[in-house]
């Protein structure tokens, strides 16, 4: 015989637990020799949704300091816009490289 709690149809809710913010990724463009600078520009303005004095800054960084910070993103997003920057690089015949790191 089953014992009644007086929790029938009652949801029970751990209040001990609070939901955890999804992880950030920063989303970095590494320089190499070959991806021209107005390229990079492009792909900022395209797939980043950068004005472009914006991409031109992040641009600059990447050159002068061999990567730039492009932006922080969930999981998801970031792996996404990643493989955006990947396959307009490898249409245009670029070696660009973007990377990820937890911020």
């Not at 637990?17 to 590494?30: A, C, G, M, S």
């Not at 520009?41 to 300091?65: C, G, N, Q, Y």
């Amino acid at each position: 015989m089953p014992i009644d709690s007086g929790l029938e149809g009652e949801v029970l809710i751990r209040t001990d637990e609070q939901p955890k913010e999804p992880d950030e990724y920063r989303v970095l463009l590494l320089n190499d020799d070959f991806t021209t600078m107005e390229f990079v520009v492009t792909v900022l303005m395209a797939v980043f949704h950068k004005s472009l004095p914006e991409s031109t800054r992040i641009m600059l960084d990447v050159h002068k300091k061999g990567k730039g910070t492009v932006g922080v993103y969930s999981y998801d997003i970031a792996v996404t816009k990643i493989n955006q920057v990947h396959q307009l690089a490898r249409q245009n015949g670029f070696p660009l490289k973007c990377t990820m790191e937890k911020a």
